[in-house]
Nanobody
Framework: QVQLVESGGGLVQAGGSLRLSCAASGGTVSSYDMGWFRQAPGKERELVAAIRWIGFQYYADSVKGRFTISRDNAKNTVFLQVSSLKPEDTAVYSC????????????????????WGQGTQVTVSS
């Protein structure tokens, strides 16, 4: 059973940056496809970035060029660097882990993400 704990959220002004962390235990992040999701009030949960167990990355169009997903195997942690933040980026950000599958695309099936963290709030003020 993989346990995920997010941290690093907070209140930031538009244009600012944060580094979100997702620390894993009970499993190694390099063995899973890892995703960062966000959910704003009244909106559906959306995938913003993902990193395949072999390192491929995916970004939603809305965050390309501003968000960067990375992984530190030694720390068993996945990061999401969020930069050039906009008020519309305000949401609860959660990380999740999926057993790798042969599905295509590999990142898009939210049902395949079996393990979830509790989330961390990111609030961007204008």
């Amino acid at each position: 059973q993989v346990q995920l704990v997010e941290s690093g959220g907070g209140l930031v002004q538009a244009g600012g940056s944060l580094r979100l962390s997702c620390a894993a235990s009970g499993g190694t992040v390099s063995s899973y496809d890892m995703g960062w999701f966000r959910q704003a009030p009244g909106k559906e949960r959306e995938l913003v970035a993902a990193i395949r167990w072999i390192g491929f990355q995916y970004y939603a169009d809305s965050v390309k060029g501003r968000f960067t997903i990375s992984r530190d195997n030694a720390k068993n942690t996945v990061f999401l660097q969020v930069s050039s933040l906009k008020p519309e980026d305000t949401a609860v950000y959660s990380c999740a882990a999926a057993h790798p599958t042969s599905a295509s695309p590999w990142y898009s099936n939210i049902g395949s993400y079996a393990f979830w963290g509790q989330g961390t709030q990111v609030t961007v003020s204008s």
